[in-house]
């Protein structure tokens, strides 16, 4: 059983380039996010999906689009990138009624924009 | 402005004692309280979590206390092991429609020496 998985793991931009990070779980999960980790800090909220066909802003949505693509793949994408999106991105997702309010996280993709 | 703190960066324990991990609040509307742990490179894992109705869950080792006047809870680990040597975040949960979004401390690393 995968869990989550994100693609790629790493990669190198320049600053205005374009690309999309990649999400998919096979837990049959309604709702997906997308976190983002910058040193010393929490992970903070871009945006999530509370089910296929519906996406809303988080705390830091500036800079990124999201793209529900089916019920069990949610993508990121960076139109034109910039150094203050270098970062660890984080890709979750959860049950609809969960009792714990649990989210199963992916490995992360990180980033860097020079 | 940060509405989870974990005002502690780090903290060493010894093996088989006790290790007491805090967290403040500042918004009420917080209906779950969860504590994640993350290693190096991997994507967070769930520990434990609280309901805001209660004020202490247990799990094999792992304790939380919420004080909801006080706006604080607290992860308990007894007896410690270096196996729990990693990151761990305290997370504050908002259920919106079918999705919860979760808000993050800052983490506090724990090092468990022998």
């Known amino acids: 059983n995968a869990g989550v998985t994100q693609t790629p793991k790493f990669q190198v931009l320049k600053t205005g380039q374009s690309m999309t990070l990649q999400c998919a779980q096979d837990?049959?999960?309604?709702?997906m996010y997308w976190y983002r980790q910058d040193p010393g800090m929490g992970l903070r909220l871009i945006y999530y999906?509370?089910?296929?066909?519906?996406?809303d802003k988080g705390e830091v949505p500036n800079g990124y689009n999201v793209s529900r693509l089916n019920k069990r793949e949610f993508s990121l994408r960076l139109e034109s990138a910039a150094p203050s999106q270098t970062s660890v991105y984080f890709c979750?997702?959860?049950?609809?009624?969960?009792?714990?309010?649990?989210?199963?996280f992916g490995p992360g993709t990180r980033l860097t924009v020079t | 402005d940060q509405q989870v703190k974990q005002n502690s960066p780090s903290l060493s324990v010894q093996e088989g004692r006790i290790s007491i991990l805090n967290c403040d609040y500042t918004?009420?509307?917080?209906?779950?309280f969860l504590w994640y742990k993350k290693y190096p490179a991997e994507g967070p894992t769930f520990l434990i979590s609280?309901?805001?109705?209660?004020d202490k869950n247990e799990d094999g080792r792992f304790t939380v206390f919420l004080n909801k006047s006080a706006k604080h809870l607290s992860l308990h680990i007894v007896p410690s092991q270096p196996g729990d040597s990693a990151v761990y975040f305290c997370?504050?949960?908002?259920?919106?429609?079918?999705?919860?979004?979760?808000?993050f401390g800052t983490g506090t690393r724990l090092q468990v020496t022998l």
């Open positions: 837990m049959n999960h309604n709702s």
């Open positions: 609280i309901s805001s109705i209660k």
């Open positions: 997370a504050a949960s908002q259920r919106t429609g079918t999705a919860s979004k979760l808000t």
């Open positions: 918004n009420s509307m917080f209906d779950y």
């Open positions: 999906s509370a089910s296929e066909g519906t996406t």
């Open positions: 979750a997702s959860s049950v609809v009624w969960d009792s714990s309010h649990e989210q199963y």
